[in-house]
T-cell receptor, first 111, second 114 residues
Framework: SQELEQSPQSLIVQEGKNLTINCTSS?????LYWYKQKYGEGLIFLMM?????EEKSHEKITAKLDEKKQQSSLHITASQPSHAGIYLC???????????FGGGTRVLVKP | EAGVTQSPTHLIKTRGQQATLRCSPI?????VYWYQQALGLGLQFLLW???????NRGNFPPRFSGRQFPNYSSELNVNALELEDSALYLC?????????????FGDGTRLSIL
C-alpha cells in the first residue's frame, strides 16, 4: 500500500457546495502540506500543518491535522469554478527530507 | 519576490540522448528538490540538494544525476534517455529543511522522448 493515501480520487461538485478531501499517512508525519495543481503546471502551495490538532484557513479553504489518526483533511466552503484543479497532499515522513505525495484529487466544479 | 524558475519549458529528445534541466530557487532558499511526475505514476522524489551537496536520492537509476551551484541554482541531468523518462520534471526550493519549511515549486520542464 502507498505511504500516503488520498481520497477521493476525483470529485464533481455543484458550484456553491462544500467539498472535503482526505489524506492519510501510514507513517509518522513531520509536516503535512497541501498543494493545488492545474493540469500540466507547477504546484501552488496552499497550507502547511505541523502540529496535532492544528487548523489553518485561507479564504474559503480550511485544512486540519489529526495527529493521532495521522490524517489531514482539506475543506472548501461554497466552491467556485476557480477551485477546480488537482489537490495534492505532501508529507514529510522524516526530519528534513523529501516530500511523499498522495495520488491527488481531481476537483471539477460545475457552474 | 520571484518564484522558482525552470528552463526550458519543453524539451524534446530521442532515445539515448542526454537532457539537462535547470532550476533557479527563490532568493534566499538553499535547498533544491527535483521531482518527476509521469503519467499514471504521480509525483516521485528524485533528488535533494542543500548547500551544494546531494542530501538524498529517490529510487531512480544513476543516469539521473544533478548538481547545485554556489548560487544555489541546480541542474538535473538525465543520460541515455528512455521512452519512460517522458514526464513533467518539477523543481522546488525551501528556506530551511531543519524546520520543514514548505517547498515552493516551479512550473516544470516537460520532457518528451521520441
Amino acid at each position: 500500500s502507498q505511504e500516503l493515501e488520498q481520497s477521493p480520487q476525483s470529485l464533481i461538485v455543484q458550484e456553491g457546495k462544500n467539498l472535503t478531501i482526505n489524506c492519510t499517512s501510514s507513517k509518522t508525519l513531520y509536516g503535512l502540506y497541501w498543494y493545488k495543481q492545474k493540469y500540466g503546471e507547477g504546484l501552488i502551495f496552499l497550507m502547511m500543518l505541523q502540529k496535532g490538532g492544528e487548523e489553518k484557513s485561507h479564504e474559503k479553504i480550511t485544512a486540519k491535522l489529526d495527529e493521532k489518526k495521522q490524517q489531514s483533511s482539506l475543506h472548501i466552503t461554497a466552491s467556485q469554478p476557480s477551485h477546480a484543479g488537482i489537490y495534492l497532499c505532501g508529507a514529510s515522513l522524516a526530519a528534513g527530507n523529501k516530500l511523499t505525495f498522495g495520488g491527488g484529487t481531481r476537483v471539477l466544479v460545475k457552474p | 519576490e520571484a518564484g522558482v524558475t525552470q528552463s526550458p519549458t519543453h524539451l524534446i529528445k530521442t532515445r539515448g540522448q542526454q537532457a539537462t534541466l535547470r532550476c533557479s530557487p527563490i532568493s534566499g532558499h538553499t535547498s533544491v528538490y527535483w521531482y518527476q511526475q509521469a503519467l499514471g505514476l504521480g509525483l516521485q522524489f528524485l533528488l535533494w540538494y542543500d548547500e551544494g551537496e546531494e542530501r538524498n536520492r529517490g529510487n531512480f537509476p544513476p543516469r539521473f544525476s544533478g548538481r547545485q551551484f554556489p548560487n544555489y541554482s541546480s541542474e538535473l541531468n538525465v543520460n541515455a534517455l528512455e521512452l519512460e523518462d517522458s514526464a513533467l520534471y518539477l523543481c522546488a526550493s525551501s528556506s530551511s529543511w531543519v524546520t520543514n519549511q514548505p517547498q515552493h515549486f516551479g512550473d516544470g520542464t516537460r520532457l518528451s522522448i521520441l
